[in-house]
């Protein structure tokens, strides 16, 4: 493995809003985390996301409340009946 910041599991339930390229927000998506870094996480859904970006809140974690971070999809793996994808966020500000 050649990542910069290593990956620790994690297991929360997320909700992702995806973005579309002209402002508008769907309604949210379960998934559900799988590992999370520095600058990125691991997330699996049921189902394609069809956007290049989405917003990730993790709905079960209280310090969290009122927040979202803004993802950008850069990877996708179908396994069994879900995807798996990978995304970065900016963490460079």
Do not use: M
Not at 7 to 14: F, P, T
Not at 29 to 38: E, G, Q
Not at 61 to 72: D, E
Request: hydrophobic share 40%.
């Amino acid at each position: 493995d050649r990542r910069r910041n290593p990956r620790v599991a994690c297991g929360l339930a997320l909700a992702l809003y995806p973005v579309h390229s002209d402002g508008s927000i769907d309604d949210a998506i379960p998934a559900r985390c799988r590992d999370v870094s520095l600058c990125g996480i691991g997330f699996s859904v049921a189902h394609a996301l069809t956007t290049k970006y989405v917003y990730a809140v993790f709905p079960n974690v209280a310090a969290t409340a009122g927040s979202a971070i803004l993802l950008r999809l850069v990877r996708v793996q179908t396994v069994g009946s879900e995807r798996q994808y990978g995304a970065q966020y900016r963490c460079d500000l």
